[in-house]
């Protein structure tokens, strides 16, 4: 029974920047990671970026530099902060969390990021 819910989509010009939230609710236990992840139209999904519990971090090379994730454990939280967003970064945004026992994933609805002049 857990939820996640994106917030923060929407349109912006190339080079600005754009914050995303995650938050999760419902009975969470354990350990988990939490990654973003996102899909433009008519292509696969494509991971972008995950942290873990003991807050270590990783993306995508093609947003290094650019993207940054951040959680908060006790809130069940995450945050992406995308900066020197490129047309090639519209895609639907979704938030995703990992458990264990027994391994399972949970997804949000996705929340639009378009950056189009």
């Known amino acids: 029974q857990v939820q996640l819910v994106e917030s923060g989509g929407g349109l912006v010009q190339p080079g600005g920047s754009l914050r995303l939230s995650c938050a999760a609710s419902g009975s969470i236990f354990g350990i988990y990671d939490m990654a973003w992840y996102r899909q433009a139209p008519g292509k696969q999904r494509e991971w972008v970026a995950r ?67």
Request: aromatic share 10%; net charge positive; with cysteine.
């Open 51 to 117: 942290i873990t519990s003991g807050g270590s971090t990783n993306y995508r090379d093609s947003v290094k530099g650019r993207f940054t994730i951040s959680g908060d454990n006790a809130k069940n939280t995450a945050t992406l902060q995308m900066s020197s967003l490129k047309p090639d970064d519209t895609a639907v945004y979704y938030c995703s969390l990992f458990a264990r026992d027994p391994p399972r994933s949970y997804w949000g609805q996705g929340t639009q990021v378009i950056v189009s002049s």
